[in-house]
Nanobody, 123 residues
Framework: QVQLVESGGGLVQAGGSLRLSCVASGRIFSWYTMGWFREAPGKEREFVAFITRGTGTLNYADPVKGRFTISRDNAKNTVYLQMNSLKPEDTAVYYC????????????????WGQGTQVTVSS
């Protein structure tokens, strides 16, 4: 079992930045691919980024490429999402997730989820 707790969300103006953190406890953090997803009001949850275990391969959804950066610190059991040049359409609840089956942009590949943190970007 893995417990995930996100933090760092908030209200920011368009063009601003936020850094989300997700701290894991339970099983060995370095075993898991870590992902970030988001869910905007009235929309389905969508993939944002992942970073794999081992090699740390990165992947980003097209809408966030060049603006968001995912990273992990295995010593701190933490995954981060640095979000720059934020836009109103980035407004959503952001979730981190841990998966043991390799890497994927699909929610189905992730076994554990945090409770989410709200990000609101004003225009």
């Amino acid at each position: 079992q893995v417990q995930l707790v996100e933090s760092g969300g908030g209200l920011v103006q368009a063009g601003g930045s936020l850094r989300l953190s997700c701290v894991a406890s339970g099983r060995i953090f370095s075993w898991y691919t870590m992902g970030w997803f988001r869910e905007a009001p009235g929309k389905e949850r969508e993939f944002v980024a992942f970073i794999t275990r081992g090699t740390g391969t990165l992947n980003y959804a097209d809408p966030v490429k060049g603006r968001f950066t995912i990273s992990r610190d295995n010593a701190k059991n933490t995954v981060y999402l640095q979000m720059n040049s934020l836009k109103p359409e980035d407004t959503a609840v952001y979730y981190c997730a841990a998966g043991s089956s390799g890497w994927s942009t699909s929610q189905d590949a992730y076994d554990y989820w945090g409770q989410g943190t709200q990000v609101t970007v004003s225009s």
